[in-house]
């Protein structure tokens, strides 16, 4: 299976911050990712597919990057509704895999 | 709008059986592949299991590859997951999603159900 490390496990912001999280896959693949955010007692929501197209309805402050193995998640102005833990999927191949989260809490 | 309403957890001893549904609605279920996703209580995601929108292509995550079986009845716009020989480490909120055309990834989630496997 691919493994997915996201880096930070935590990350402390303020309001207005720009943040950045890194998810690394242990094998390459491509640009078959995704990134979810998740709130306390809800269910994830789809943000971003092949590592950097937006989904609808989402906010452009929120942006993808990378190939192959590195990948970005970037929030150019934190707000407060960001506040949340964000994953990070591969699906290149089956077993499909999350990264371990990355709790994004207020500073 | 896009609807996925599971049901079907509760509590159940170790070596139990449930059957987990997902009714959609808002979209032609048929056309569309889906899955389960499990989180469990404080931990992160977990790809369970996941069926084509014709039903004849089934894949398991091999923590429970022999034990859950995916189904689904395109006639009645119903995903299941059949739960058999639970163990503790199941215990579980359990997400079903739908898979957009062109890639694996999830871009509906139900509200989730919660299974928990305890004596």
């Known amino acids: 299976d691919i493994q997915m490390t996201q880096s930070p496990s935590t990350l402390s912001a303020s309001v207005g911050d720009r943040v950045t999280i890194t998810c690394r896959a242990s094998?390459?693949?491509?640009?078959?990712l995704a990134w979810y955010q998740q709130k306390p007692g809800k269910a994830p929501k789809f943000l971003i597919y092949k590592a950097s197209s937006l989904e609808s309805g989402v906010p452009s402050r929120f942006s993808g990057s990378g190939s192959g193995t590195e990948f970005t998640l970037t929030i150019s102005s934190l707000q407060p509704d960001d506040f949340a833990t964000y994953y990070c999927?591969?699906?290149?191949?089956?077993?499909?895999?999350f990264g371990q989260g990355t709790k994004v809490e207020i500073k | 709008e896009v609807q996925l309403v599971e049901s079907g957890g509760g509590l159940v001893q170790p070596g139990g059986s449930l059957r987990l549904s997902c009714a959609a609605s808002?979209?032609?279920?048929?056309?569309?592949?889906m899955s389960w996703v499990r989180q469990a209580p404080g931990k992160g995601l977990e790809w369970v299991s996941g069926i084509s929108g014709s039903g004849d292509s089934p894949y398991y995550a091999d923590s429970v590859k022999g034990r859950f079986t995916i189904s689904r009845d395109n006639s009645r716009n119903t995903l299941y997951l059949q739960l058999n020989s639970l163990r503790a480490e199941d215990t579980a909120v359990y997400y079903c999603a739908k898979i957009p055309v062109g890639g694996d990834c999830f871009d509906y989630w139900g509200q989730g159900t919660l299974v928990t496997v305890s004596s």
């Open positions: 094998q390459s693949i491509s640009s078959w």
């Open positions: 999927q591969q699906y290149k191949s089956y077993s499909l895999t």
């Open positions: 808002g979209f032609t279920f048929s056309n569309y592949a």
